[in-house]
């Protein structure tokens, strides 16, 4: 897969939550591992020395299935603002953005 379509892989959960309104099963613990294993393949993917933001977060979704629903949600507001900030509104651009910052 292309760079562009692992920000998107991440995106797609973050989107379906914020339709939800951060509410009910969009904001469930099931929706924790598959969040954190599509930011692992993003930061894997990342040049060295990008996404340093999102690395931080990725740290705070370690426990995500602990959190209450309140900061669940907002743990997904932030992984939604994280991704606008570091790659932009679309994937198209994302891979740009990210190799303009590590060049």
Do not use: I
């Not at 020395?49 to 949600?73: H, I, P, Q, V």
């Not at 509104?89 to 891979?95: D, L, Q």
């Amino acid at each position: 897969m292309s760079f562009e379509a692992w920000v998107e892989a991440l995106r797609a959960p973050l989107f379906s939550a914020s339709r939800e309104q951060f509410a009910g099963a969009a904001v469930g613990v099931e929706v924790g591992e598959p969040l954190r294993a599509a930011l692992d393949r993003v930061l894997a993917a990342a040049p060295d020395g990008t996404c340093e933001e999102l690395s931080r977060w990725r740290k705070r979704l370690a426990g995500f299935e602990e959190m209450t629903d309140g900061e669940r949600a907002v743990e997904l507001a932030r992984g939604l603002r994280l991704c606008q900030a570091e790659f932009g509104g679309g994937a198209a651009r994302a891979g740009a953005g990210v190799r303009a910052r590590a060049g």
